[in-house]
């Protein structure tokens, strides 16, 4: 609850401004993390995972800022991709903005 409370700016380094402290943003990551893994629908995906070394590297806080970066990069690819294959499925005319 304290590190809940807490809220400042952060840049990181490359500059970008998040406004709330590590300590804040580590528990924030930590809950949702412990929410994913518990639900039923993720226990193939958690069991496979287990032992992969970017998933450790990210628990213990050695993946680099750069290896996220990509990874936050290659899924908002997939989920627009994901969008307009739903959107296709419903026949819906949509196609994502420009990035």
């Known amino acids: 609850a304290a590190v809940r409370a807490q809220s400042a700016s952060r840049v990181s380094e490359e500059g970008v401004l ?5 300590a ?3 528990e924030e990551a930590k809950q949702c993390i412990a929410s994913l893994r518990a639900e039923p629908w993720n226990a193939h995906t958690e069991k496979a995972l287990a032992n992969h ?15 996220l970066r990509r ?4 899924q ?9 294959s739903f959107a296709a499925l419903a026949r819906v005319d949509w196609r994502p903005s420009p990035a």
């Open 53 to 67: 070394p970017f998933v450790r590297a990210a628990e213990k806080g050695r993946l680099p800022f750069a290896a």
């Open 24 to 26: 804040y943003a580590l």
């Open 71 to 74: 990874f936050a990069g290659e």
């Open 18 to 22: 998040w406004g709330v402290t590590d």
């Open 76 to 84: 908002r690819l997939v989920q627009r991709r994901d969008a307009a």
